[in-house]
């Protein structure tokens, strides 16, 4: 079956979607996304996703071209069309065609381009990786520090996981004067006494949509939370780890540049948060 994909209102074939070679996405990463994940063909958090779009789009000055209706109703065709039950979408909008490369903004009225595509993933919750967890390698966080904007500048991330993947691991986590920032592409958290420990919300990081959702549950479960920074040192000798996003729920990490966490086997805060998270979404899900 072909994919369907949203091309600024237009539902068309993966092949027959063309954006120009001037768009500022593509020539300046001059763009912002969202990942939303579908269970049983319903939306997860889907008002956090389109509160977080609105943030980032208004931090940079793009115009946002729908409204909350359009891009939900969108969504919603796209897991339709592409007979999606467990899987993401992936929503991109762009400053548009500037008409040519320049440094500086096109013209107000320049239409934004927006994006978007699905990924089918049957029984995406029940991934095995959630029995045996994650191991990581620290690397520098050498990004810009708008980390709280959503933007497609995705290179440095992506070389970090190419060079946990060489190392034979599978993921990174970023660390900034000492102290863990956040995974390549999720938030990280660590367990000590109970205690669920994470870095607080600043521009130092993105604000997690699964963060905010998995805080809260835990909260309600009367859990003790700590937002705070803390050292690769600090999670090793943690009695968990763990991180959350969007396509990857609760994940435990097992393992920090070669140290085991804890057991070395997923811990009991991480697999609990996985299990009321999913219960929540699924129950919340639109
Ligand atoms: N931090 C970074 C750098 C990310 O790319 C992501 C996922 N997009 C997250 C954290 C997790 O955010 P969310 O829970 O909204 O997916």
Known sequence: MTRIVYLNGDYLPETEARVSIFDRGFVMADAVYEVTS????????????????????????????????????????????????????????????????????PPEDTPPTVVMFTWNKPGMADTPVAQTGL???????????????????????????????AAGKDDAWLVEDGFVTEGTSNNAYIVKNGTIITRALSNDILHGITRAAVLRMADEAQMKIEERNFTIAEAQDADEAFITSASMFVMPVVEIDDAAVGTGKPGRVAARLREIYLEESRKAAI
């Open 135 to 165: 191991r990581v390698i620290s690397l520098p966080d050498i990004r810009w520090h708008r980390r709280d904007i959503k933007t497609v500048q995705l290179l440095y991330p992506s070389m970090a996981k190419m060079q946990a993947k």
């Open 38 to 105: 579908v269970l049983d063909g319903r939306l997860v958090d889907f008002p956090g996703h389109m509160a977080r779009l609105k943030r980032s789009l208004g931090e940079l000055s793009i115009r946002n071209p729908l409204d909350d209706d359009a891009y939900l109703a969108a969504h919603r065709r796209l897991v339709e069309e592409n007979g999606i039950t467990d899987g993401m979408i992936y929503l991109q909008v762009s400053r548009g065609n500037g008409g040519d490369r320049d440094f500086v903004f």
